[in-house]
T-cell receptor
């Protein structure tokens, strides 16, 4: 595709249910990021994949959050036993490499609402 | 990781030049300085990136003094559509992209 694609665009779930958010990065991009953004706030880093290296999971807020990237392409962010405080926009980005001089391209995000 | 400090908000008027200064006192030799723009309900968008001196593209200019402890994003002749949040990031190769709180720029008619 031409850009980073995220699905679904909106997700409403009940408290306690598990959700999966999908990110299709730009083809050929080796770096992939997940962020969370609450209303009116900045971007909170969650996890970073770079090529075949072990992912940087330092931003995951709890063990209810996990992410994987299959075949170096598509990534799935899973939130188990969702809580109301998990409500936010989840943004995915990809870049050609992990170098300092690289441009990250963002998807439109998935708006998660936990009721 | 170098921490960045930038103003929380700025107001301007159409046609004026907007300058946003970001402080990054502990920037490392390998760090690049990057600015992103975010409109409501959208993901951030890359604006400009530099290492030292001045960089200019069709959207903005980036001024970086010799000590690289700060940088200034300059938006020439802003319009209402430039109302957005602007983020300053400092990052070295292989490191994650870390966003701060950003600067909310409001352009008034």
């Amino acid at each position: 595709g031409a850009g980073v694609s995220q699905s679904p665009s909106n997700k409403v779930t009940e408290k306690g249910k598990d959700v999966e958010l999908r990110c299709d990065p730009i083809s050929g991009h080796t770096a992939l990021y997940w962020y969370r953004q609450s209303l009116g706030q900045g971007l909170e880093f969650l996890i970073y994949f770079q090529g075949n290296s072990a992912p940087d999971k330092s931003g995951l807020p709890s063990d209810r959050f996990s992410a994987e990237r299959t075949g170096g392409s598509v990534s799935t962010l899973t939130i188990q036993r969702t809580q109301q405080e998990d409500s936010a926009v989840y943004l995915c980005a990809s870049s050609l490499g992990g170098g300092g001089y690289t441009e990250a391209f963002f998807g439109q995000g998935t708006r998660l609402t936990v009721v | 990781l170098a921490k960045t400090t930038q103003p929380i908000s700025m107001d301007s008027y159409e046609g004026q030049e907007v300058n946003i200064t970001c402080s990054h006192n502990n920037i490392a030799t390998n760090d690049y300085i990057t600015w992103y723009q975010q409109f409501p309900s959208q993901g951030p968008r890359f604006i400009i990136q530099g290492y030292k001196t001045k960089v200019t593209n069709e959207v903005a200019s980036l001024f970086i003094p010799a000590d690289r402890k700060s940088s200034t994003l300059s938006l020439p002749r802003v319009s209402l559509s430039d109302t957005a949040v602007y983020y300053c990031l400092v990052r070295a190769a292989g490191n994650k992209l870390t966003f701060g709180g950003g600067t909310r720029v409001l352009v008034k008619p």
